[in-house]
Nanobody, 127 residues
Framework: QVQLVESGGGLVQAGGSLKLACAAS????????MGWFRQAPGKEREFVAA????????RYADSVKTRFTISRDNAKTTVYLQMNSLKPEDTAVYYC????????????????????WGQGTQVTVSS
């Protein structure tokens, strides 16, 4: 069982930055590949970024590539999402998710693969 708690959301002006954190507990964090997803009002949940167990492999949605960076600290059992050059269309509730795997170097972007989810943190970007 994995418990995930996101933090770091808030209100920021367009062009600004935020860093989200997702703290995991209740399990061996390094056994899980992690992902960030987001859901805007009236829209489906969408993939943002993913990172492998080792942290050596990452993947991004085209809409955030070059602006967002996912990272993890296995010693602190935390995954991060650094968001720069934020745009109003980045406004959403951001969720982190965990997927247990034996693979240390692969990532997944399909939300259906992730069994464990946090409660989400709101990010609002004003124009």
């Amino acid at each position: 069982q994995v418990q995930l708690v996101e933090s770091g959301g808030g209100l920021v002006q367009a062009g600004g930055s935020l860093k989200l954190a997702c703290a995991a507990s209740g399990t061996t964090f390094s056994s899980y590949r992690m992902g960030w997803f987001r859901q805007a009002p009236g829209k489906e949940r969408e993939f943002v970024a993913a990172i492998s167990r080792s942290g050596g492999t990452t993947r991004y949605a085209d809409s955030v590539k070059t602006r967002f960076t996912i990272s993890r600290d296995n010693a602190k059992t935390t995954v991060y999402l650094q968001m720069n050059s934020l745009k109003p269309e980045d406004t959403a509730v951001y969720y982190c998710a965990a997927d247990w795997t034996v693979s240390s170097s692969t990532v997944v972007a399909d939300s259906a693969r992730f069994l464990y989810w946090g409660q989400g943190t709101q990010v609002t970007v004003s124009s």
